[in-house]
């Protein structure tokens, strides 16, 4: 019956999520969750959240966890904007400042909702091949951005960067924002905590940047949804307006309760991420003894191939195993696993399942 749908429908691919099977003992590598628990300071806010005030509807506004994460960041809450997950945030963006009538310049290979976000919202994307180390080309983007007969419409990028994990120093950031000074540049920091440099101190100097951020990696709540976006009070109305169009009231009141509370516990956020950033480098050291090659990652996975080994054929190994990892199909990837970093235990087991598979 797709005669109902509207045209733009019939043509959309949409975002295709990792798998999240319900199978015992599984080792579940495929989607970059932390592996460890939230804080228990957040467990124990949602759930004193939970005891009144569920019949009221939350804060519009969410005023308290901007105020939270502007104060985290040496922000003003004018400066912050929150939504249910980064992809509602990143989604609220591409709405507000990419449809020009110049294109949107994107890399090849980078977190694939981008591309969706663009047909959905009928956005024409230039994409930059990223270059032969699978590294971002900010020289190309950013003359791309600067030729006057060509304009820009935009460039938004993943820094550390998804599928591959490879992070940008902070003045190839600038970089990009000298090149397009009238149009939004978006970096997306999902990952930055597990080693990325943050563009969030380069705000002050530049209107046209905005960063996108999630409590999902870092902070251990992928469960609970919340994402942020800090840039100039100027795009922050813009997203607002965007916001209060579509959905007036996109955090609940346990999330924002839970998210404030692992915000404040600095401690437990040192720790679980020191623990991630530690046996990422333990698990490359051993992919790297079992013939891997395994790009530098600043991000809470690593995306590695094997010479000798096809990895398609290796990730249907796995899962045999009861081990999950994510393959991508698009060309110039599709010869790498992007494996999460898991606890110790689930690194081990993914390591003997590889010995298995390997032969």
């Known amino acids: 019956m797709s005669s109902f749908w509207s045209p733009r429908i019939a043509d959309l691919r949409p975002y295709v999520p990792g798998e999240q099977p319900r199978i015992d003992n599984l080792v579940k590598l495929n989607t970059n969750e932390n592996p460890y628990p939230p804080s228990p300071l957040a467990i124990d806010a949602i759930q004193r959240a939970s005891e009144n005030g569920l019949e009221l509807y939350p804060d519009p506004t969410s005023m308290a966890l901007r105020e939270t994460i502007a104060r985290r960041h040496g922000l003003a809450a004018q400066q912050v904007f929150v939504g249910n997950g980064s992809d509602e945030v990143l989604a609220h963006a591409f709405f507000a400042f990419f449809q020009q009538d110049a294109p949107l310049l994107l890399p090849d290979i980078t977190y ?50 998804a599928p591959t994990g490879i992070g940008l120093a902070l003045e190839r950031i600038e970089q990009l924002l000298i090149a397009c000074p009238h149009r939004v540049v978006l970096v997306d920091e999902a990952y930055v905590d597990f080693g990325g440099e943050s563009a969030l101190p380069l705000i002050a100097r530049h209107a046209n940047l905005l960063v996108v951020r999630t409590l999902s990696k870092s902070h251990s709540l992928a469960g609970l949804r919340v994402g942020f976006a800090c840039g100039q009070s100027h795009l922050i109305e813009a997203l607002t307006r965007v916001k209060d169009s579509f959905n007036s009231y996109p955090l609940d009141r346990l999330a924002s309760a839970g998210a404030i509370a692992a915000l404040e516990d600095e401690r437990y956020f040192e720790s679980t991420r020191k623990a991630v950033m530690d046996t990422r480098e333990g698990l490359s050291l051993q992919l790297e003894d079992l013939g891997f090659e395994v790009l530098p990652s600043q991000a809470n996975f690593v995306f590695v191939r094997h010479p000798n080994h096809d990895a398609a054929a290796l990730a249907a190994a796995l899962r045999e195993r009861a081990v999950l990892v994510r393959h991508f199909t698009q060309p110039r990837i599709a010869q790498f696993l992007r494996i999460s970093i898991g606890t110790r235990d689930q690194c081990s087991a993914l390591v003997d399942a590889l010995q298995a598979a390997l032969g």
């Open 112 to 161: 694939s909702f981008y591309k969706v976000y663009a047909q959905l919202y009928g956005i024409a994307c230039a994409l930059q091949p990223v270059d032969d180390r699978l590294r971002i080309d900010v020289d190309a983007l950013a003359a791309r951005a600067s030729k006057a007969d060509q304009g820009c419409g935009g460039i938004v990028i993943a820094n550390p960067n």
